[in-house]
């Protein structure tokens, strides 16, 4: 054994009505001008918020785009240095907390956040802007929110497709977390515990969205997974998802959902160790072809056709992601991502053995 375990804490505040205790958390961070981040489908949640914040709130950013232009978080940041405001809240998904952390990058500003999808962005210090179809990721501690306040009440509202995608994203950080290089034998434990909680989770949430429980338990999940992105190195399944999601736009958690089992397949031979877990906590034998089994019983999609892509920029694609390799356990090249990208794009079931030839 040889590891470095180094993570920094966030506070996490979790349970079913939680929501209700943002304004101590405010008054523990000691703020006083609150500037509130939450899309337009969050406005419910984040006008109850507001109410309860009542002053403290000196403006609102309502405008959330996935992958976050820069454009939009060049006008966040002016119009939050122009509030004066001491801390930013922001109340959503992924995108909601990735505009937070735009502004946070600029203004130095400390970030509360109320995640109401599986995507875990609340738990990292990563930070991603997209410009002109190129996304790009860094990491800084300062975006890494101070406090995360997780109410899964918040989360009956997601629509059972949108939950599904999201789960399968929360599931990506899990499995590239059992792998990662800087990985410590606390990720593992963490990572297991997360894609078992996911698994039992998610099929529960499809068939009853408004199942407390199930959403209680998928959320744990979601924060595990986010606690695992947020202190490993991600790989492959990663670096391609960040390429199709900026050079394409393709939905954020949809690829992840039709791109993991294909990368499990990938990178299941280079580590055992890694897959013997995710079989573990998946309840199967072979993780990539019950990643995507899973995929498909709760309707998340297990085809890159399904979200949208083109599979004329297959070659694109491949040559983006070996542009700037990322750190995986099984060597790339560009005929290989070609080959992985036509599997994910037909969405022919992957094994360990390679793809099984049976098209949908
Ligand atoms: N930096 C990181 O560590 C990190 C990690 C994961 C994701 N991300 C980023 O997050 C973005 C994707 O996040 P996402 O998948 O959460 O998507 P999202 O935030 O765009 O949300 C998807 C849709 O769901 C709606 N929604 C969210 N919560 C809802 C709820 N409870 N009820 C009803 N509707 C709800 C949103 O309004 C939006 O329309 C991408 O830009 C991705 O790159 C970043």
């Known amino acids: 054994m040889d590891f470095v375990y180094d993570v920094p804490a966030s506070r996490v505040v979790f349970g079913a009505g939680r929501i209700q205790q943002v304004p101590d958390e405010v008054e523990r961070l000691g703020a006083q001008r609150v500037l509130l981040i939450a899309g337009g489908r969050q406005k419910k949640y984040a006008d109850e918020l507001a109410t309860a914040l009542g002053s403290r709130v000196v403006d609102r950013i309502g405008e959330v785009v996935m992958h976050v232009p820069v454009t939009l978080a060049t006008a966040a940041s002016e119009r939050t240095e122009q509030s004066g405001a001491d801390l930013l809240v922001c109340l959503g998904g992924g ?140 790989g492959l399944h990663h670096k391609i998802c960040h390429v199709l999601g900026g050079a394409y736009d393709l939905p954020h958690a949809g690829t992840h959902s039709a791109v993991l089992p294909f990368v499990t397949a990938y990178n299941a031979p280079a580590v055992p160790a890694a897959m013997a877990r995710a079989a573990r906590a998946l309840g199967a034998q072979d993780p990539a072809r019950a990643l995507w089994e899973l995929a498909e019983r709760i309707g998340a999609p297990t085809s890159l056709a399904q979200v949208g892509f083109d599979p004329g920029r297959i070659h694109e694609a491949a ?42």
């Open 95 to 234: 995108s909601a907390i990735g505009l937070a952390k735009a502004v946070a990058l600029r203004t130095r500003l400390p970030i509360l956040a109320v995640p109401t999808t599986y995507a875990g962005s609340e738990m990292t210090p990563i930070w991603g802007l997209t410009d002109g179809g190129r996304k790009t990721t860094g990491r800084d501690s300062t975006v890494r929110p101070a406090t995360v306040v997780y109410d899964p009440a918040l989360t009956t509202s997601l629509p059972p497709d949108m939950s599904a995608a999201s789960g399968m994203n929360a599931l990506a950080h899990l499995i590239e977390g059992l792998y990662a290089p800087d990985a410590s034998p606390v990720t593992a434990v963490l990572a297991e515990e997360g894609i078992r909680a996911l698994a039992d989770a998610l099929p529960r949430v499809v068939v009853a969205p408004g199942d407390l429980d199930a959403r209680t338990d998928a959320l744990y999940g979601a924060w595990l997974a986010g606690w695992v992105v947020g202190t490993a190195a991600m």
């Open 319 to 360: 040559r983006l992601v070996v542009e700037t390799p990322p750190v995986n356990p099984h060597p790339i090249d560009e005929a290989a991502i070609q080959e992985l990208l036509r599997g994910a794009d037909a969405g022919l079931i992957p094994g360990a053995q390679g793809h099984v030839a049976q098209p949908l």
